[in-house]
């Protein structure tokens, strides 16, 4: 475990935590992707069936089902609790689009043809455009509130995080993942235009909005 | 083929 990795943790549970407390404080999940979080919720469902077959690390347990409980109260919130405040209209990213190349790219590229091995693969593809119908509500809206762009941001410092701790990895241990490093790559690049803006404006006490 | 590195990731 080294610095960025558990940064990167931390900078993912932060994420979850602040798209919780805005859902919660408000009582409102206006601006909020449900796809994206759904496709979130899948993610970390096909990703942590390990959970039933290894032990790792108390952290490693730990950390996935408090993952999976915050995606699954998220998806609750937006879907349940706060439903009326949820802005159907604009998440409107047709999800097929994503997972049927995802589904189709987990069978054919993979560490090996096992039903646990393609569900990991899977959630590691998906996991790389799951933000995808996010900000594609905000290019609609032309608009994002401020807490919501701090989400993104922590969301998106844990993928670059996790970048650094692979090139960490790969020269102290020789650990290389062609799979989560190529995925988290692509993941990372969907951030980029995101954190040009947040910098560019968020950070100077100016809300998120698009020309 | 093999199978890949040990998921110790989140």
């Given at each position: 475990?080294?610095?960025?990795?558990i940064l990167?943790?931390?900078?993912h549970?932060?994420?979850?935590i602040?798209?919780?407390?805005?859902?919660?404080?408000?009582?409102?999940?206006?601006?909020?992707?449900?796809?994206?979080q759904?496709l979130f919720?899948?993610?970390?469902?096909?990703?942590?069936?390990?959970?039933?077959?290894?032990?790792?690390?108390?952290?490693?347990?730990v950390?996935?089902?408090i993952?999976?409980?915050?995606?699954?109260?998220?998806?609750?919130?937006i879907?349940?609790?706060?439903?009326?405040t949820f802005?159907?209209?604009?998440?409107?990213f047709?999800?097929?689009f994503?997972?049927?190349?995802?589904?189709?790219l987990?069978?054919?590229e993979n560490?090996s043809f096992t039903?646990?091995?393609?569900?990991?693969?899977?959630?590691?593809?998906?996991?790389?455009?799951a933000?995808?119908?996010q900000?594609?509500?905000?290019?609609?809206t032309?608009?994002?509130?401020t807490?919501?762009?701090?989400?993104?941001f922590f969301?998106?410092?844990?993928?670059?995080l996790?970048l650094?701790?692979w090139i960490?990895?790969?020269?102290?241990?020789n650990?290389?993942?062609?799979?989560?490093?190529?995925?988290?790559v692509?993941?990372?690049?969907?951030?980029?235009?995101?954190?040009y803006l947040?910098?560019?404006?968020?950070l100077?006490?100016?809300?998120?909005?698009?020309? | 083929?093999?199978?890949?590195?040990v998921?110790d990731?989140?």
């Amino acid at each position: 475990m080294n610095i960025f990795r558990i940064l990167g943790d931390v900078s993912h549970l932060l994420a979850m935590i602040i798209l919780l407390v805005k859902i919660w404080r408000s009582k409102s999940c206006a601006g909020i992707s449900g796809k994206s979080q759904i496709l979130f919720a899948l993610v970390f469902t096909t990703r942590y069936l390990d959970l039933f077959t290894i032990f790792i690390s108390v952290y490693n347990t730990v950390m996935k089902v408090i993952f999976l409980v915050c995606a699954y109260i998220t998806v609750y919130m937006i879907y349940m609790k706060f439903h009326k405040t949820f802005d159907r209209e604009h998440d409107s990213f047709r999800l097929e689009f994503l997972l049927v190349p995802v589904t189709g790219l987990s069978f054919l590229e993979n560490h090996s043809f096992t039903p646990l091995e393609i569900l990991w693969t899977f959630s590691i593809y998906l996991e790389s455009v799951a933000i995808l119908p996010q900000l594609f509500m905000i290019s609609k809206t032309g608009e994002a509130e401020t807490i919501t762009t701090h989400y993104l941001f922590f969301l998106g410092l844990y993928r670059a995080l996790y970048l650094a701790n692979w090139i960490w990895r790969y020269h102290t241990e020789n650990f290389y993942d062609q799979i989560a490093v190529v995925s988290g790559v692509v993941q990372t690049i969907f951030y980029c235009d995101f954190f040009y803006l947040y910098v560019t404006k968020v950070l100077k006490g100016k809300k998120l909005s698009l020309p | 083929e093999t199978e890949g590195p040990v998921k110790d990731e989140l």
